[in-house]
């Protein structure tokens, strides 16, 4: 159960070691399983990743709830899916 | 289906783009493409297909490839001169992209063996260099209700439309019927410069994948012409003819036309 003020995630992935384009590739395909108003976490390591994916999320029509460095070497992205593919 | 690690590296720039994706890909995967003319613009339409990841490809062809062949197309090579054409282009084909499926058919379409030949197929693209096959591939996909994309070259000029029978005119609408034999200069007769195909190739490819994605606005309705030495595209709009003898309200054709004995006689 997600607690009051946390977010609900619907997905997660571990995208860890993968480089660009592939961690949006990755990320693209996980998307495109959920419903809109569902919401993908993504953890990754690839520093160049965590600017691009929030940047092409935005493009594709989605929202960027979180982007978060949370250890010296990984980051969460959090997206909740708001267009049909 | 999942992808697997390789496919994700080589469909990697389709799927990341919004109007494709993994879903575009995987439609592109199940499509089947049905090519007439392993030639000039067969070479190019297959190889794009191929690259794209286009399910089946059948390439029809009947003939031997020529070192005449080789200044335009380029799925063939001096390694399979005197082999046929869609065996020739399926070596290459497949050397690109081993999950496509490519079925070569060596035959010459005919009013007998077409329907048979192309009813399995989502869509069908014409690269043949003749009329009466022009002919026939657009009434037999009328006939058959099946989108076909179009494509001729000459000199420096080329054309393309996509015919959605239907839902827009057909070829014939354009032109009622085959010029009378002799009129029009084949590329045999008159030349061909040996890139053309390949610009208008790969529109056709293109038309075929937006046809299959189902995105953006198809060809329909227009021809596009292409004019290399002036560098200029142009489009021409073609209205659907009520009184069309194959698409039209009371179609007058009811079945397929031989036309080739006419032209052979010349």
Redesign the interface.
């Known amino acids: 159960m997600a607690q009051k003020g946390e977010t609900k995630i619907d997905k997660k992935i571990n995208i860890k070691g993968a480089v660009c ?2 961690t ?3 990320s ?2 996980a998307i ?1 399983e959920l419903s809109v108003g569902q919401v993908l976490e993504i953890l990754l390591d690839y520093p160049e990743a965590a600017e691009s994916i929030p940047k ?1 999320m935005l ?2 029509g989605h929202t960027v709830l979180k982007a978060e460095k949370i250890n010296p070497t990984d980051w969460v992205i959090q997206i909740r899916k708001e267009v049909e ?1 | 289906m999942e992808f697997n690690e390789e496919q994700l590296q080589r469909y990697s720039r389709h799927i990341i783009l919004p109007e494709v994706g993994g879903k575009g890909q995987k439609k592109i995967f199940e499509s089947k493409v049905f090519i007439a003319g392993a030639g000039g613009l067969g070479c190019p339409v297959g190889y794009y297909l191929t690259a794209a990841g286009v399910g089946t490809i059948a390439l029809m062809d009947n003939d031997a490839v020529e070192l005449s062949n080789l200044q335009r197309q380029i799925a063939h090579s001096v390694k399979t001169l005197g082999i046929n054409k869609a065996d020739s282009a399926k070596k290459t084909f497949e050397a690109l992209n081993p999950d496509v499926n490519v079925i070569p058919v060596k035959e010459r379409l005919t009013n007998k063996n077409i329907l048979e030949l192309i009813k399995d197929y989502d869509v069908v693209v014409d690269g043949t260099d003749n009329f009466p096959t022009r002919y026939l591939i657009n009434d037999a996909c009328v006939m058959l209700k099946k989108p076909l994309v179009s494509g001729a070259i000459l000199r420096f000029e080329g054309q393309v439309t996509t015919i959605l029978p239907g839902d827009g005119p057909c070829y014939r609408c354009l032109f009622e019927s085959p010029p009378p034999p002799g009129l029009v200069p084949s590329c045999q007769e008159a030349g061909v410069l040996g890139v053309l195909p390949g610009v208008i190739g790969a529109l056709q490819a293109t038309e075929v994948l937006k046809l299959i994605l189902g995105k953006g606005k198809p060809l329909k309705g227009e021809l596009l012409i292409y004019d290399a030495l002036r560098t200029n595209f142009r489009k021409v709009k073609i209205p659907k003819n009520p009184d069309c003898p194959i698409c039209g309200e009371n179609p007058t054709i009811k079945e397929l036309i031989d036309y080739t004995q006419e032209y052979c006689a010349i």
């Open positions: 384009p592939y949006l590739v990755k693209k395909l495109e092409a493009n594709y593919d």
